[in-house]
Each structure stands twice: as C-alpha cells, then as structure tokens.
C-alpha cells in the first residue's frame, strides 16, 4: 500500500512534458553564415582540400548570379527563372 501512495505522490507532482517545438508554416529567413549551397556537397564534389575562405565566396558568386537571373527574367517580363537567364 506504501508504494502504490508514493507511486501515486510521485504522478501527480510530474510535470506535464514540454511541447516539442512546432512545425513551421513556411521557410524561416535565412541567418547571415547560411550558404546557399551545402558544404558538404561542394566538398564532396571536388578531388582537391576546399579552404574555409572558400565557402564564403561561392555563396556569394551564387548570390550574385540568382540577382542576374532575377534581374534578367523580370526585364523579360517573367516570374520565373529559367536556365536561359543564368
């Protein structure tokens, strides 16, 4: 009978789990060190030692290229990227 009280003591003083974080409506901004490209798959995708340094302006030559693109379809008239525009 001692156990079954203490047991009972023990449930009723639990607190109730924590939520797990919800799902996210839509894609969160992107932080200042997020890469557009992985790199783990860049570094997979090469057969010489990538540097640090390196990553940074990869990231930002895509950028640059996905503004040129954004840049040339909107002059064309268009709300979509095609290869043409690269």
Do not use: C, W
């Not at 409506?25 to 640090?52: E, F, H, M, Q, W």
């Amino acid at each position: 009978m001692r156990d079954e009280t203490l047991m009972a003591k023990k449930k009723a003083t639990r607190k109730p789990a924590a939520k797990a974080a919800g799902k996210k409506a839509g894609r969160k901004p992107a932080a200042a060190g997020d890469y557009l490209i992985s790199k783990s798959r860049t570094k997979a995708s090469v057969n010489l030692n990538v540097s640090g340094e390196f990553y940074g302006a990869f990231d930002a030559a895509a950028r640059s290229m996905l503004k040129q693109a954004e840049a040339r379809a909107e002059a064309n008239g268009r709300r979509t990227l095609r290869p043409q525009d690269l």
